[in-house]
Structures are given as C-alpha cells and as structure tokens.
C-alpha cells in the first residue's frame, strides 16, 4: 500500500491537456518541495520528467509541467501525443519514520 | 554519457541472499554530487525505492527493508552493490539501479534493469 494515492487511468485524445494527481500528507508531499515525476513506457527504465515539484531536466518536452498545491502534487502533459501514452509515477521525499522516498502506484495513461 | 548496467543471478532460491552490482560508465561514482540507489518494481506493478548509497559508503535505506539490506560502493571498479538477505516471492521483480540527485531528491538516470525471480 502506498503511501502516495494516484488515480489508476487518465485517458485523452491527441492535442487535449491531462493531469495526473498525486496525493500523500503533511509528512511527504505537503512537507517539502521534493516531488519528482517519472515515464515509463512498457519494458523500458523509468524516466525523470520533472523534479523539485516543477523542474524539468535537460531534453525533457516542455510540454510536461509540475504543480503543488498542500498535499497534492500534479502532472499537466499539453497537447498530448501519441507517445505519452505510458505508466506515470510520482515520487516524494518522506519523513514518516526515518527519511526516504515514496513512490506512487502509477497512473496509466491511454491515448485515445 | 552515463551508463547504468545491474547485473546478478536471475534466479535466487527462498531464505537465500539476493546479491546484485551496478557497474557505472562515462562518470565518476566518486562525485560528491550523487548518490548510488536501487528500485524495483515486483511484475505488473509499480515502484519501490530501496536504498542509496554515497561513495563514501554512507547509506538510505527504506524502513521497511533495512534489516535485509547491506549496501556498498566500490570505487576502484565503479560500481555499487545491494545485497538482500532472506528473500521470499514477494522479492521477484526488476531490479533498477539509478543516479540519486539526492539535494533534489530524484532519480536521473536509470539502468535497464534486472528481472530476479526468487523460486525454489
């Protein structure tokens, strides 16, 4: 069970924009800035897209943006193309019990 | 450009020790700017942090895996290891190694990763 709470789908057409929510409490999301986001298509490694909330790595489309607001942390793809079409995951920094790091179960997202 | 590659037995038996390494090309695993970390992900499902480790040997690990995990780092050969004592079926997964960015707390970049099977 984890401790971050994503919905299992989004789905849209091309162009359209989606956002995938990633929910956690005071003691990941809400407690620092250190939210990251990670793509990954089927087979494949995951792939940073965005980190600290709303930065982008080097090569990473502008068309993903990151978001905070409280406890919920959000993931906005624009435009949405056919190849986005993959497994979304959130990340948080954790201070629970000891500090580490949270995944979420992951978000499918369908291009429909 | 850095380069990730885990390696281990495909097949580790139950009770016994999961033993992986990660060799890291076309950087420095003595930075002081990153950390070495391990992820998994059991079959169909998502993603598990299970710890990091800094050249020096300083380590992280996930609360809920500490007591079955030693990790180490060594430099001369570039490349880091996990090792999971007693493991069951529940630790069947692809295992990922990754550069820890640990001031921004993220992961980026990643090894192909390793399907281990825990079977008798």
């Known amino acids: 069970q984890s401790a971050l709470t994503q919905p299992a789908s989004v789905s849209g057409s091309p162009g359209q924009s989606i956002t995938i929510s990633c929910t956690g409490s005071?003691?990941?999301?809400?407690?620092?800035?250190?939210v990251s986001w990670y793509q990954q298509h089927p087979g494949k490694a995951p792939k940073l897209l965005i980190y600290?909330?709303?930065n982008r790595p080097s090569g990473v489309s502008t068309r993903f943006s990151g978001s905070k607001s409280a406890n919920t942390a959000s993931l906005t793809i624009s435009g949405l193309q056919a190849e986005d079409e993959a497994d979304y995951y959130c990340?948080?920094?954790?201070?629970?019990?000891?500090?580490?790091?949270?995944f979420g179960p992951g978000t499918k997202v369908t291009v429909l | 450009q850095l380069q990730l590659q885990a390696s281990g037995p495909g097949l580790v038996r139950p009770s016994e020790t999961l033993s992986l390494t990660c060799f890291v090309s076309?950087?420095?695993?003595?930075?002081?700017?990153?950390?070495w970390g391990w992820i998994r992900q059991p079959p169909g499902m998502g993603l598990e942090w299970i710890g990091s480790v800094f050249y020096s040997g300083d380590s992280y690990q996930n609360p809920s895996l500490k007591s079955r995990i030693s990790m180490s780092v060594d430099t001369s050969k570039s490349h880091f290891s996990l090792k999971l004592s007693s493991v069951t079926a529940a630790d069947t997964g692809v295992y990922y190694c990754?550069?820890?960015?640990?001031?921004?707390?993220?992961?980026?970049?990643w090894g192909l990763g390793t399907l281990v099977s825990v079977s008798s």
């Open positions: 990340s948080s920094y954790t201070i629970r019990t000891t500090l580490h790091y949270v």
């Open positions: 005071s003691s990941d999301v809400g407690a620092y800035d250190y």
């Open positions: 990754a550069r820890h960015r640990m001031v921004e707390a993220s992961f980026d970049f």
């Open positions: 076309g950087g420095s695993i003595s930075s002081g700017t990153y950390y």
């Open positions: 600290e909330v709303n």
